[in-house]
């Protein structure tokens, strides 16, 4: 069983390469993005309170995205294995998904990190903007928040894991079949 966190800064290929890697482990794909922007299109109280914070590039709250996360793995109690893109996203995240899997005997099989500099996300995030209508990639300014978000409360995370030795890092830029190849060498061996 493969439960793999995809990890690293805003537009580094965490959904692109979840896509690829669904198809060939068939994981249940987690992404708390996705998950709140669903919570955002049903105009949920949750969803509407998420939504003032995302606009502004800054993180919800831990226990919003833990709860979120916790819900969605007890309802996948036979899921043969989960990819989680853009959770956790603090230390205090990691920790709890780590408690929450151990409830159900399950542990963090691998973390992947996805290199790539600020100069190709910004460029990536404001080609994506035009055509996604994601409110996040309109400007350069947000996105820079979005990342100086990442450097101050994400980036910390990699060190969780390296501590617990499921630390991979991988070169994020470049094409998107040779990055997935990579990925594939890492959950394989
Ligand atoms: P979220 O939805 O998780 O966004 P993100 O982490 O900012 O990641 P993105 O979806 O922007 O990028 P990605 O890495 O998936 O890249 P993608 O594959 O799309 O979070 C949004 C907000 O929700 C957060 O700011 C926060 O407010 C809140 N939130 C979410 N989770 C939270 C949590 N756990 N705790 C607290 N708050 C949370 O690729 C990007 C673009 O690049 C695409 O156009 C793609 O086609 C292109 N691309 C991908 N790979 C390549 C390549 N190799 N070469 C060229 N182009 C490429």
Redesign the pocket.
């Known amino acids: 069983m493969i439960n793999l966190v ?1 990890f ?12 690829n890697i669904i198809q060939k482990f068939g994981l249940i794909h987690l ?7 669903a919570e955002i299109g049903a105009g949920t109280a949750l969803g509407l309170e ?1 939504k003032k ?2 606009d ?7 226990a ?2 833990i709860g979120m ?1 916790e819900n969605k793995i007890n309802d996948n109690k036979t899921a043969p294995g989960f990819i989680f ?6 230390v205090a ?1 990691a920790e709890a998904l780590d408690q929450v899997l151990a409830k159900h005997d399950l542990e963090i099989t691998t973390m992947i990190a ?1 290199e ?1 500099n600020e100069e ?2 910004t460029s ?2 404001l ?2 903007g035009k055509t ?1 209508g ?1 409110p ?2 309109q400007n350069e300014e947000l996105i820079r928040k ?1 990342v100086q ?2 450097n101050n ?2 980036a910390p995370v990699a060190n969780y894991y390296l501590g617990q030795h499921k630390f991979n890092s991988i070169n ?5 079949d ?2 997935f190849a990579e990925i594939v060498a890492i959950l394989e061996s």
Do not use: H
Not at 32 to 37: F, N, V
Not at 56 to 62: R, W
Not at 85 to 90: A, E, H, L, N, S
């Open positions: 995809l690293g800064p805003p537009g580094a290929g965490k959904g692109t390469q979840s896509e992404s708390t993005g996705d998950l709140l922007r998420a914070l995302m502004q590039g800054i993180l919800v709250p831990d919003v995205v996360i893109d853009g959770f956790p996203r603090t995240q996805l790539v190709v996300l990536r995030l080609e994506r996604s994601r996040d990639d979005r978000e990442y409360k994400t994020g830029i470049g094409e998107i040779q990055i």
